[in-house]
């Protein structure tokens, strides 16, 4: 069964830095793509940032100079997010896609307010 367990979320100010982590159940690059979404109180969930196995990293625009998507060489993805603003307040979902199917962590937390 493959699994997803996010972690590294929490409060901070504006302006702020934060860092977010992804653990897979197996090797990243078992996956055709890893990444990001979020979901904002009252809001569907929205691609953050996508990591493809191979290629260009796609991010949205609101985040676009501020995140950074990466990963390592075995199983995690991380997703690094500075100039945080209150907007950016939502639950963070890690994803992988495999096999034709899309993996989702459990979420966690991020809120930025002063």
């Known amino acids: 069964q493959v699994q997803l367990v996010e972690s590294g979320g929490g409060s901070v100010q504006p302006g702020g830095s934060l860092r977010l982590s992804c653990t897979t159940s197996?090797?990243?690059?078992?996956?055709?793509?890893v990444g990001w979404y979020r979901q904002a109180p009252g809001k569907e969930r929205a691609m953050v940032a996508v990591k493809p196995n191979w290629g260009s990293s796609q991010y949205a625009d609101p985040v676009k100079g501020r995140f950074t998507v990466s990963r390592d060489n075995a199983n995690t993805v991380y997703l690094q997010m500075n100039s945080l603003e209150p907007e950016d307040t939502a639950v963070y979902y890690c994803?992988?896609?495999?096999?034709?199917?899309?993996?989702w962590g459990q979420g966690t937390q991020v809120t930025v307010s002063s």
């Open positions: 197996e090797s990243i690059f078992s996956f055709n793509a």
């Open positions: 994803y992988g896609r495999s096999g034709g199917r899309e993996h």
